[in-house]
Each structure stands twice: as C-alpha cells, then as structure tokens.
C-alpha cells in the first residue's frame, strides 16, 4: 500500500502445518471449554461480565487486523461498524421481536455489506485518505442513528432482555457464552483468511499495492472481500451489546473506546497475525477492566495510551513481533 | 483444580483492592459494615454532577455513622467509576453484587447511567433508589425502582407545565412560542412537554427544532428564532450548549417575555459564575432554590457541611442543584431500612412504596412507578444578576420561585433581556 504503513509482526513461515485447520478449530474449541468451565466453577456472574467486555474486543480486534493487519488499510471507523451491528439488534428486535443469535444473524449481514458498500467506495483512497474516510463513515452513521427515531435516536433505545435463558444459570451466563463462541469463529476466520491465497494477496497488497497488481493479484475484489469481512465481524461484535447493556445510546454505541481499542489491541499484540489481535485484546481489556475496579478511574484510555507509546518505542512490531525477533 | 468460591473470589478482590490503596473506597469503620454500592460518574462527561454527589453521599455517612450507623451497623460505601460511560456500568453492579457483595444498591447520576444497572439490580431482586433519572422506569417496569427526581410520573403533562402556567398571566397574553431542544433523552422530554401543553393551551407553535450536541455555533439558530418574533422561548439544553445559547442570545440581544424553560446548566455554580448579568430573568426548571419556601429540615445543616469542603474538592462550590437529592437519596435508603429493621428487599420495596420520608429536600412519596407521587418541577428565575459573585446565591432573592404556589417565592419580571 502507500504511504502511511503498519508496523507489522513478520509474517509466520507458511509451512505445510500452517494451513493445519482442524487442530487449531480443535484447539481453539478446547481453550473455550476451558475457559467456560472454569468461570462456571468459579460461579460468580462478574467473571462472565469482565470476560464479556474482554471477548468483545477480541472479535473487534480481530475484525481490524483483517483488513488493517494483512492488507495495511487503516479503519479509523471500528466504533461505526460496531454500533450498526448493535442497532441492527435493536431494530430487528423492535420490528419482529427476534432476539439475540437472529440478531447477531441480522448484524453480521449488514456489517457486511455496509463493509462492501464502504470498500466500494473507499477504497481507491490509500493510506490516511482511507482512514479519514473510515472515521467519516462512523460519524455519518451516528448522525444518521441520532435522527432515526424508530431507534430511540438521540434518547437511545431500551432492550429488556429476559432475566434468563434456560439452561444457562443467568443472562449473563448466556450472553458470555455467545461471545466467546463469536470470538473463536472470528479467530477462527481471521486464522483461515491468513493462511490461504485470500492473505497472501492481501499481504501483497500490503506491501506494494501496485507490484502485487502487476503479477495479477486482483486487490480490488480481495480488498472488498477483506472489508466486507471486517465489517461483519466488527457488527458482530456489537450486536449483544443492547443485550449487555438494556440500554443503548449513540454515545455509548459510537465511544471512543472501541475504535481506540480496536486499533491499538492488534498494534500491541502484534498486527498482520491472528494470535496478535487475541494476545493485545486480552492484554489490554484484561489491564482496563482490572483498571476500572480497583484504581477506579478514567485510567482506560491512559493506559491504551501509554502501552502505545511503550511498545512503538520498545516493540514496533507488537508483542508477536518481538519475541519472534528475540528467537 | 483447586475450587474457587464465590467468598475466595471476593476476598481476593478486596486484597487486591487494598494492595492497590484504591483511592476511590472508603473501608469499614467496624466490625461487619452494612455496605451500600453503586457506580459513580467520577470522570468523563458527567463527573461534575458525580462528583459532587458522592461528596454528598460521603457527608451523609458521616452523619448517619455518627448516630450510629443504620441497624446497628456502621455504613459503608463502596463505589466504583463508571467513568460517564453506559458500557461500563453493568459490569460494576455485577462486581458490586457477586463480589463484594454490597447489602443495597444505589445509582449513579442520570437515566444513561441508571438504566444499564436495571438489568443487574432486577436479576438480583435488588430494591433500587435512583438519582435524577427521567423516565427509566417506563420501558422496565420494575417495583422495587424509586426514583429521586422531581418529575414525577407523567413528564410530559408535568415538566412544562410550570413555564406556561407562569407565561399564561403575563399582562399580555401569549399567543405564540418557540422551541428548541439539544438531542438527547432529557431535552427532547421536555421539548415534547412544551409541544404537547402548548397545543393544549392554543398557542402557535412558529419554530420547533432540535440542535445536535455538538453544535458550537447558536447564532444563526437563535437569529431564526428572533425573525420568527415569539412571545415566548422554550429552549431544552444541557450544559455545554446552555452557555452558547445564552451567550449568542446576549449578543443578538434577543428578548422575549419569557426565555429559558427547560435549560440545564444555569442550576450550576461555575456557570452561574461564567455568565453572570446574562442569566438575568432567564426563567428555567430547576429542582432546589435556597428560598424561604424551600427551607427544609436539614437542608442548611447540609449545605454548611458541603460548601465547607466543596472548594477542597473541586466540586460545585454552592451544592444548589442535585446535591441535596443526593444526599436525600441515602435518606430514603436510610429511613426505609430503619423501618423495616432487616436487609429484606421486598419488605424493603414495600415500605417505599408505602411511606413518606422526610428528606433535606422535603417530605416525599413514591408512586406505583418509583417516581414522586407529587411532582415538584420548580421553574425559577433569576432576578437582579449584576455580576457573576457566587455569594448571592446562597442566600435567597437571586433565584425566586415562581412555580409551585406551594413554594413560590416572588414575582416574574419580564421581558427577558432587560438589563439588571
């Protein structure tokens, strides 16, 4: 791509194990039902909270290093596609009554093709012109959720959400299982895109934008695919939040946070590998949430801050990206 | 695997809440505290009002721990920052709830705080004192939900009820009005208020607009409105916009018979102090005033407590606007569970619904939904503003009541605009 590039962990070696799917899908299934027995035994609905809030952001991450990590487009508008995963919800829900996995259903589609739509029509702007154009998308549609009554508009929207869902021992139960499913397929994709032509291309695209098209690699139609993914998922990831909340306003659907966060995890983790995404998301929503019950301030967005600063000077290549230097 | 339960998990918390030196709690005086949770707006957009609540919340543990504490037990307050966003707030009830396993639950300040606990505080049957929210109860339904806001029920029939009961005995009769309202929950409430009570009483509507938050620019707004030549201005505005608003209409010299109505931001000492001579005769809502008609039991004995550390704390030096409500919310947690004599939230619910309580903001009585059985919307104006020197507020004269008879304190003057 142009001028304005990403520091990117190098790329794994595609060896033959590379495209090894089903022990990673078995692999990543087993860390889940670990992840979930153990919070159960735990028995306390703050772990399924907390591990929300950590699993939303592994999703959203994930989603921008799709289209961030591999092909170097930098989406400033995370939040954007986010909150019209989330408003899907809340329309669906208020036109037919459907609730949460239709919903989330809903989202993904129009993620998608708000992704492709958005792609379509950016993306023949490069580097900081796209990213300019990514955040305009976002405050256009919050613009757009502030006038559309039927949504709530600027009062916001309620969701009463049941209080719960067979067998699940509360909502909040349900509601983490839901994410950390949407987390390991969203890992899953991003894996599965990363190991196969799809990321090679987009790679490609990365690195020189004009070379790649040149040897026939056809980067509009990858770009569109990447986009469309990255939407979807990043929908995706919002489509619960109503649920979470019972409460949703433009404010709070297009904060600062997800698209703060959604860049910086990756950046942190380690960008342009599938690992990266998880290992910063974990970090960093494990780091705020610990933040917010103990130091109990506004010490979130200081710390993405701080550890950006940290890891552009120490680890320009994330956290992935130094130990694979240091080996 | 070794089993972790519930209680392990909670000590461990507070270990690490202790190791962290965690600023924003305050520990047991004694043996077996009766704690009272809830999150707190203490940075971000909503601080200002969140922190001078805690401040009042803090003020009231002092008072009740030195008679005593409540059911013999000293009271302690475990608070967390939402940090003025809705996300973050189911969560901290959870933790509140399961980890530290608070005894009664309170709320942080406004609807888009309060409303995403609802879902938390109703899985665990929690009985539920709010702060100031409008309307939550609406879409949750919930009975054990009490709601410390002078709006009452029916916001629409009720919020502006009081600027056009007023407007209808100026010398000359209105015959026309103009609204315009910020878009966000509250303002478009009490703009719908204005709307639906103005139609009612058959006045023309000639300008009827809402401004988005991020409007920085009222100048062109406010000259629409001076072209359409209202007999009155409704405006429904928060903070940041309130100041724009009034500063343009300063500058445009903009007079109407009545100005104001629905505008938040004037009730707040710092921008009382800002905009000095320009609040003169503006006629807003309000919910306290330190009239002679709103000394309450407790009220001075409040505010000499609050204003005597408000500096110290960087918060609202004066403590005229939801601070006293504040204060009064743990009032009504206090006197319920003095009544009941047991941590039973039903019988807990049941009292609220079913008592008066005597509050530094007056006597007060929940209806059927939470809200006030009576509701109390002040509309008060400022009179004889020369400068923006906070010590006249605290005495009465400066912010006279004109709404309720009940507590009406003086007389409208008009026009609005007039120099002081």
């Known amino acids: 791509m142009s001028d304005?590039?990403?520091?990117?962990?190098?790329?794994p070696a595609m060896a033959a194990g590379g495209r090894r799917h089903l022990p990673f899908w078995l692999g990543a299934v087993g860390v889940a039902v670990?992840?979930?027995?153990?919070?159960?035994?735990?028995?306390?609905?703050?772990?399924?909270?907390?591990?929300?809030?950590?699993?939303?952001?592994?999703?959203?991450?994930?989603?921008?290093?799709?289209?961030?990590?591999y092909a170097g487009y930098v989406n400033f508008g995370a939040a954007g596609f986010m909150a019209a995963g989330a408003y899907t919800a809340i329309a669906l829900r208020k036109a037919t009554g459907l609730d949460l996995l239709p919903g989330i259903a809903a989202a993904a589609v129009v993620g998608a093709l708000l992704g492709l739509g958005t792609g379509y029509l950016t993306l023949r702007l490069r580097g900081v012109y796209f990213s300019i154009a990514t955040l305009c998308l976002a405050v256009v549609l919050q613009t757009l959720v502030v006038n559309w009554d039927y949504v709530g508009g600027s009062r916001g929207a309620y969701i009463v959400r049941p209080r719960e869902v067979a067998p699940f021992t509360s909502y909040g139960e349900y509601l983490f299982l839901v994410m950390l499913l949407l987390a390991v397929?969203?890992?899953?994709?991003?894996?599965?895109?990363?190991?196969?032509?799809?990321?090679?291309?987009?790679?490609?695209?990365?690195?020189?934008?004009?070379?790649?098209e040149a040897v026939g690699v056809p980067t509009l139609r990858l770009k569109l695919v990447a986009t469309a993914l990255c939407g979807a998922l990043m929908a995706v990831a919002g489509a619960p939040l109503p649920y979470y909340s019972g409460y949703l306003n433009p404010e709070g659907a297009f904060s600062l946070a997800y698209a703060v966060n959604a860049i910086a995890m990756p950046l942190i983790g380690g960008a342009g590998t599938w690992a990266g995404p998880v290992i910063g998301a974990v970090l960093l929503g494990s780091l705020q949430q610990a933040a917010t019950v103990t130091i109990s301030s506004a010490l979130n967005l200081f710390i993405v801050g701080w550890m950006l600063v940290i890891f552009v000077a120490v680890a320009p290549r994330g956290i992935l990206g130094w130990f694979r230097r240091r080996r | 695997m070794t089993r972790m339960t519930r209680r392990a998990l909670g000590r461990l918390a507070a270990g690490a809440t202790v190791l962290a030196a965690a600023p924003g709690l305050s520990f047991?005086?004694?043996?077996?505290?009766?704690?009272?949770?809830?999150?707190?707006?203490?940075?971000?957009?909503?601080?200002p009002n969140g922190r001078s609540s805690l401040l009042a919340h803090r003020i009231w543990q002092e008072d009740v721990n030195a008679r005593g504490g409540i059911l013999g037990r000293p009271v302690e307050l475990v608070y967390y920052d939402d940090q003025s966003s809705p996300a973050n707030v189911p969560g901290l009830y959870t933790k509140l709830l399961d980890v530290d396993r608070v005894d009664m639950v309170t709320s942080s300040y406004a609807t888009v705080m309060i409303a995403p606990s609802m879902p938390v505080v109703m899985q665990r049957n929690m009985c539920y004192v709010t702060l100031l929210g409008a309307g939550?109860?609406?879409?949750?339904?919930?009975?054990?939900?009490?709601?410390?806001?002078?709006?009452?029920?029916?916001?629409?029939?009720?919020?502006?009820?009081?600027?056009?009961?007023?407007?209808?005995?100026?010398?000359?009769?209105?015959?026309?009005?103009?609204?315009?309202?910020?878009?966000?929950?509250?303002?478009?409430?009490?703009?719908?208020?204005?709307?639906?009570?103005?139609?009612?009483?058959?006045?023309?509507?000639?300008?009827?607009?809402?401004y988005p938050p991020t409007t920085v620019d009222f100048t062109p707004t406010l000259r629409s409105i001076q072209a359409a030549r209202p007999d009155l201005i409704f405006i429904g505005s928060y903070p940041p916009d309130s100041n724009g608003i009034l500063r343009a209409a300063s500058e445009l010299r903009i007079t109407a018979q009545m100005f104001g109505g629905g505008m938040i931001g004037p009730q707040i000492a710092a921008v009382q102090a800002q905009l000095g001579p320009i609040l003169n005769n503006l006629v807003t809502w309000d919910i306290y005033s330190p009239e002679p008609t709103m000394d309450f039991p407790g009220i001075r004995a409040f505010q000499e407590k609050y204003r005597a550390r408000a500096v110290q704390e960087q918060v609202d030096v004066l403590g005229n606007y939801l601070q006293p409500y504040a204060y009064a919310q743990m009032q009504v947690v206090e006197q319920a569970l003095n009544r009941v004599g047991k941590l039973d939230q039903a019988?807990?619910?049941?009292?609220?619904?079913?008592?008066?309580?005597?509050?530094?903001?007056?006597?007060?009585?929940?209806?059927a939904h939470g809200e006030w059985a009576e509701p109390r919307n002040l509309l008060v104006q400022f009179q004889g503003i020369r400068d923006g020197d906070l010590e006249k507020y605290k005495k009465p004269g400066a912010k006279v009541i004109l709404f309720p008879e009940s507590l009406k304190s003086g007389e409208l003057r008009i026009p609005y605009g007039a120099p002081a």
């Not at chain 2, 619904?353 to 007056?362: K, M």
């Open chain 1, 4 to 11: 304005a590039s990403l520091p990117l962990a190098p790329a």
């Open chain 1, 34 to 69: 670990l992840v979930f027995v153990a919070l159960r035994a735990i028995g306390n609905d703050y772990g399924y909270f907390a591990g929300y809030f950590i699993l939303q952001y592994v999703v959203l991450a994930t989603a921008w290093n799709i289209l961030g990590g």
């Open chain 1, 185 to 212: 397929l969203a890992v899953g994709i991003a894996r599965t895109v990363e190991v196969t032509r799809l990321g090679r291309g987009l790679q490609a695209i990365r690195d020189n934008e004009r070379a790649a």
């Open chain 2, 28 to 47: 047991a005086q004694g043996s077996n505290p009766l704690r009272i949770g809830y999150s707190m707006s203490l940075s971000g957009g909503l601080a």
């Open chain 2, 136 to 210: 939550v109860n609406e879409a949750f339904k919930y009975d054990r939900y009490f709601n410390m806001n002078v709006t009452g029920d029916d916001i629409r029939a009720n919020y502006a009820k009081g600027f056009l009961d007023v407007a209808a005995r100026l010398p000359t009769p209105p015959r026309t009005i103009a609204i315009l309202a910020v878009d966000n929950e509250f303002a478009q409430k009490a703009a719908e208020s204005a709307r639906y009570l103005s139609k009612q009483r058959g006045l023309r509507i000639v300008y009827d607009r809402s």
């Open chain 2, 347 to 367: 019988a807990l619910a049941g009292d609220m619904h079913a008592s008066i309580f005597n509050t530094v903001v007056g006597d007060i009585r929940f209806g």
